[in-house]
């Protein structure tokens, strides 16, 4: 299916955001180098990619271990909230001159059986180094492996701390440090993947946007994790 670029590239970013932000973000990059004129289509779909990632990641935590949604609540609202504020800034500043509107765009369907097995088997993986970690190295651990394991993915560890904590494996304020960990790492991770891989224009564009994200983001885990009781 063939669609305008700014409605198939923003469609694109939220249906590619359900399945992988990260892969998203690298794709939508590299094509701004062949395509510098949609650089601030692409920058606003990466950007709702990784909108997709905050309401994603409270899903799954109130699903398996609700006691963790007062603790993460906060500091991924105010994620999400920045990231759409941001989209919606860069959406009107784009609006007067649409000279890449009219360009096309093909849309394909993101979801495929092998994201869905590598995701399991992702899950299953995280799931034990983060046990092993936390019996090993305790909390430093947990940090450790969720930091490094966000930066490809965030529904892995996501979904394997808050296992732990709702069988009492994990203390309830290690495991939310750990999934807020966890975002903001992927977030400053896509950045760089696209300071890396995308267009100057872009790599301007989403420097400052993922920047006032994680910005945001941390401290907001702060004052929920550190500050409130």
Same mark, same amino acid.
Not at 10 to 29: C, E, K, P, R, Y
Not at 66 to 76: E, K, M, W
Not at 162 to 191: F, H
């Given at each position: 299916?063939?669609?305008?670029?700014?409605?198939?590239?923003?469609?694109?970013?939220?249906?590619?955001?359900?399945?992988?932000?990260?892969?998203?973000?690298?794709?939508?990059?590299?094509?701004?180098?062949?395509?510098?004129? !949609?650089?601030?289509?692409?920058?606003?779909?990466?950007?709702?990619?990784?909108?997709? %990632?905050?309401?994603?990641?409270?899903?799954?935590?109130?699903?398996?271990?609700?006691?963790?949604?007062?603790?993460?609540?906060?500091?991924?609202?105010? %994620?999400?909230?920045?990231?759409?504020?941001?989209?919606?800034?860069?959406?009107?500043?784009?609006?007067?001159?649409?000279?890449?509107?009219?360009?096309?765009?093909?849309?394909?369907?993101?979801?495929?059986?092998?994201?869905?097995?590598?995701?399991?088997?992702?899950?299953?993986?995280?799931?034990?180094?983060?046990?092993?970690?936390?019996?090993? %190295?305790?909390?430093?651990?947990?940090?450790?492996?969720?930091?490094?394991?966000?930066?490809?993915?965030?529904?892995?560890?996501? !979904?394997?701390?808050?296992?732990?904590?709702?069988?009492?494996?994990?203390?309830?304020?290690?495991?939310?440090?750990?999934?807020?960990?966890?975002? !903001?790492?992927?977030?400053?991770?896509?950045?760089? %993947?696209?300071?890396?891989?995308?267009?100057?224009?872009?790599?301007?564009?989403?420097?400052?946007?993922?920047?006032?994200?994680?910005?945001?983001?941390?401290?907001?885990?702060?004052?929920?994790?550190?500050?409130?009781?």
């Amino acid at each position: 299916k063939v669609l305008g670029a700014e409605r198939g590239i923003g469609l694109t970013g939220i249906l590619g955001g359900l399945v992988s932000s990260t892969a998203t973000t690298l794709s939508f990059a590299g094509r701004s180098k062949q395509e510098n004129d !949609l650089s601030p289509l692409l920058a606003q779909g990466d950007l709702l990619a990784s909108a997709v %990632m905050f309401p994603r990641v409270l899903i799954w935590v109130g699903a398996i271990a609700p006691a963790l949604l007062r603790l993460v609540l906060l500091p991924i609202v105010v %994620m999400l909230l920045a990231d759409l504020g941001i989209v919606a800034l860069l959406w009107r500043r784009g609006r007067p001159g649409k000279s890449s509107g009219q360009s096309k765009v093909e849309f394909t369907n993101p979801l495929k059986l092998r994201t869905a097995v590598a995701f399991g088997l992702a899950f299953a993986v995280v799931l034990v180094v983060v046990r092993a970690a936390n019996e090993f %190295m305790g909390s430093a651990g947990v940090y450790l492996a969720s930091g490094l394991a966000a930066i490809t993915d965030v529904d892995s560890i996501t !979904l394997s701390t808050a296992q732990l904590a709702s069988r009492g494996a994990l203390e309830l304020r290690v495991a939310a440090t750990a999934i807020v960990l966890a975002t !903001l790492v992927n977030t400053a991770a896509k950045g760089v %993947m696209a300071w890396s891989l995308g267009s100057a224009e872009l790599r301007r564009t989403l420097a400052w946007g993922f920047g006032a994200v994680v910005g945001i983001g941390l401290a907001g885990g702060v004052v929920a994790l550190w500050v409130i009781p």
